[in-house]
């Protein structure tokens, strides 16, 4: 299993971010996908979870009606478009295969993401 994440950088407040995650050596398209952050200082927080097909998400209340998931089968390509960014949102953010915390098995090294003005 390889999980590679992408697009994180330094943003201002209020300015946008997409992230991706490279998906290989398993059947992405059959296989619930997350976004976890580690923020500095602080525990890893689960933010968003789709299901296979991506007709279901999950978002946390941290980040709902800024964040949006979403999925490229055809691709193996997780997405992670960020709105609205504040400086709560500084973290690594990682893809995670696997959908609640018992079917977490394999980890990205993550993509850092920086807000501040």
């Known amino acids: 299993v390889q999980l590679a994440e992408s697009g994180g950088g330094v943003v201002r407040p209020g300015g946008s971010l997409r992230l991706s995650c490279a998906a290989s050596?398993?059947?992405?398209?059959?296989?619930?996908m997350s976004w976890v952050r580690q923020a500095p200082g602080k525990g890893s927080e689960q933010i968003s979870i789709?299901?296979?097909?991506?007709?279901?998400?999950w978002y946390s209340r941290s980040v709902m009606g800024r964040f949006t998931i979403s999925r490229d089968n055809a691709k193996s390509t997780l997405y992670l478009q960020m709105n609205d960014l504040n400086p709560d949102d500084t973290a690594l953010y990682h893809c995670v295969r696997g959908g609640n915390a018992a079917s977490r098995d394999s980890w990205g090294q993550g993509t850092q993401v920086f807000v501040s003005s």
């Open positions: 050596g398993f059947t992405f398209s059959s296989t619930v």
């Open positions: 789709i299901g296979p097909d991506g007709g279901s998400t």
